[in-house]
Each structure stands twice: as C-alpha cells, then as structure tokens.
C-alpha cells in the first residue's frame, strides 16, 4: 500500500552526511561540496546520523536559511525517513487505510482538546496522536530517543479525553524494519510511566510499519500491526 511519493516533494538528490551542528542544521557533501541542510527532526537520531552515510536531499528555495532539506538516511541498505513534517500526511493515509482497526468515515487533522493539539480526531470521537519511531535496537523501535515534555502531555492529555467519553489512540509508526515496540525508559522515565498509565486509564495502543521503496522512492505500509513488547524494568 503506497501512502507517500517522495518524487512530489521536489528533485530528490544523493548526498554523503557529514555532521550535525545543532538541532535543526547538519552539513552534507553533494555534488563534491559542502553544503548545510535543514534537520526537521528535534530527537537526538545519535545513532542514525553518522557520517559519510548516504542522504537524500531536496534543494531549498532561494532566501532560506540552508542550501537542502533532508528527507532520508541510508542504513545499511535500508532508506529511513528523516523528516517529521511528513509524519502526519504519510499517518493520514494509513489511517484511511484501516491501521487503527477500522475504516474511518472522517478524518481531521490538528484538533484542539484543552490544553494540547492531537494529530487527529476520526470518525468525530476518536483522538488519535502520532508518534514515528526511528530508534531500532534488537528488532524492537523505542520512542522518544530524547526526554520529550510535549510527549507527556499528550498522554496525558489522551486520559483525559478518555475520561470525558472519547476514544483516545496513542498510534506508533515505525519508521525502520522491526517487530516490536516499546517506550524508552532509558532515554525518559516520564513518559514510560505515563505510557502505561494510559494504557491502564484504557488508552488504546495501535501501531503500523513503513519502508522507503528505493528504486521509486515512495513509502509504503509494510504492516498495519506493531506488536507491543514486554514492559522491560531498567
């Protein structure tokens, strides 16, 4: 099932990662020069971004702040999306296509409850909050792979709306090869604790697999079932 063309987002180019300066900016080699482009991803992605692995790329336009944007990482042969801005087009058409159990008759993107924004609400009752996973260790993808506040607030947020008579998702795309999934104690405490409260307060638990088809570029659903894995104590 094709959800995304990467083709629709400009002129993919092959680069060579180099470093990352901060947390929006990296530096890459592209047609034999250095040049800077735009990290849209806030976590800490230590072991993703490693140097001289291959890069796809978009130029940017004329008056921004870099020169690309990057878009996917090679790793080991496997294309990894690099780009959060995507996450919410890419989920929306999984969610057309049944990932949460069912088909939805509506779909809405970005809805205020009290004091957060959810991804989605589905079907009028049902707020759905993404979060993609690109942390794979041991056939198992983690998130967050940095403390994330916003990220407990929105589990908290999601018992809440539960409490009030929704239905409340949390959903996980897994953005490489794996076949579980599991919260990051190691990298936040928080909001493992409140992962599970969530799912003790009745928060539903929904998880889908992509992959970046290399010779098309396009990213499909591989799976529309992410297993949930042994609570692990550290």
Do not use: Q
């Amino acid at each position: 099932m094709e959800l995304m063309d990467l083709n629709t987002l400009g002129t993919l180019k092959v680069g060579k990662f180099i470093r990352r300066e901060n947390r929006f900016l990296g530096k890459i080699i592209i047609d034999g020069k250095e040049k800077s482009c735009y990290i849209a991803d806030t976590g800490r992605l230590e072991e993703i971004l490693i140097k001289n692995r291959k890069v796809w790329v978009i130029k940017n336009r004329e008056g921004l702040k870099t020169d690309y944007t990057l878009i996917a990482i090679n790793i080991e042969g496997e294309w990894v999306l690099i780009n959060t801005s995507l996450h919410s087009s890419i989920a929306y058409r999984a969610i057309e296509n049944g990932v949460l159990g069912f088909i939805p008759k509506t779909i809405k993107k970005e809805v205020k409850f009290k004091n957060s924004r959810f991804d989605f609400l589905v079907d009028n009752n049902t707020f759905v909050e993404l979060k993609g996973c690109n942390l794979v260790k041991e056939n198992i993808c983690y998130f967050p792979d940095a403390p994330t506040k916003r990220g407990v607030k929105h589990l908290e947020e999601l018992i809440k709306a539960k409490e009030e008579g929704y239905n409340s998702i949390i959903l996980i795309m897994a953005i490489r090869n794996c076949e579980y999934f599991l919260p990051n104690l190691e990298r936040d405490k928080k909001f493992t604790e409140m992962f599970y409260r969530a799912l003790e307060k009745g928060v539903d638990f929904r998880g889908f697999k992509i992959k970046i088809d290399e010779r098309g570029r396009k990213v499909y659903l591989t799976s529309n079932r992410l297993k949930l894995g042994a609570y692990r104590k550290k």
